[in-house]
């Protein structure tokens, strides 16, 4: 990129943050949780139509991301080089950092299937700690096949010996006719957790090690006491006091 292509582009970014609706949608994003275009419409304090185009712009010059749910769309920041730019304009502005308050019932909340895999809190702390362990890494810095909205993973070497030991056979998950790994966005906690094949694989290596067992008339999964103990003990995962377990 030239000096002049580079410098038009910052003044590009520049402008989109400036525009007071686009700043509040994209510092109610510091949180890190994704948000609807309904609700970023609400911060934004615009029209659903006027948050629609003001997300395709940010959305254009790469400061923001979407997630697709079902039907539903979420937008997250784009990366952490777009908070750490953000989080430096707040600091100089004296602004305080957003909160985010999931509602969801306790019991789902915590843990819980999404078809096959994991998710919740728990389920998003799984992910989280695989990311921070070097066991997943993104297949693409633009996400997959050049999608900036899609992230697949692969596993590394560390990542595959050490799921093997929890007793998921990687390479035969791999080979399954679906997507391998990938980033599901989970409804409650507005960030990824693990899903694909990997993902339902890590699933069920955990429900055999019964560290969790499931509900029998609700998605809702029940962390043992066992459970407890192990997410603690290997991965640093802390599971609430307040949350009933077997």
Not at 80 to 97: D, I, N, W
Not at 125 to 142: E, K, V
Not at 197 to 223: F, H, K, M, N, P
Request: hydrophobic share 45%.
């Amino acid at each position: 990129m030239t000096a002049e292509l580079s410098d038009t582009r910052i003044s590009h970014i520049a402008a989109a943050i400036a525009e007071p609706a686009r700043t509040r949608m994209l510092c109610s994003l510091m949180d890190g949780h994704a948000r609807t275009s309904t609700e970023l419409a609400v911060v934004g304090e615009v029209s659903p139509s006027t948050a629609s185009a003001h997300l395709s712009k940010l959305r254009e010059l790469r400061l923001l991301r979407m997630y697709a749910q079902g039907k539903h769309r979420y937008y997250a920041l784009a990366d952490e080089h777009v908070a750490a730019a953000l989080e430096a304009l707040m600091v100089l502005a004296g602004m305080r950092m957003p909160v985010f308050a999931p509602t969801t019932p306790g019991r789902l909340q915590l843990a819980r299937t999404c078809y096959d895999h994991m998710a919740g809190t728990l389920g998003v702390a799984i992910h989280d700690h695989f990311m921070r362990a070097g066991w997943l890494q993104a297949d693409a810095p633009a996400g997959i096949h050049g999608d900036p909205d899609r992230t697949d993973y692969v596993v590394s070497a560390e990542g595959e010996a050490s799921l093997t030991a929890l007793g998921v056979d990687v390479n035969a998950t791999r080979k399954l006719r679906r997507r391998f790994a990938c980033a599901c966005l989970d409804w409650s906690m507005r960030r990824p957790h693990l899903g694909g094949a990997l993902g339902a694989a890590v699933l069920a290596a955990i429900e055999a090690r019964q560290w969790i067992s499931r509900d029998l008339d609700t998605r809702a999964l029940q962390v043992t006491r066992l459970g407890e103990r192990e997410f603690m003990t290997r991965w640093g995962i802390a599971v609430p006091d307040q949350v009933q377990r077997k």
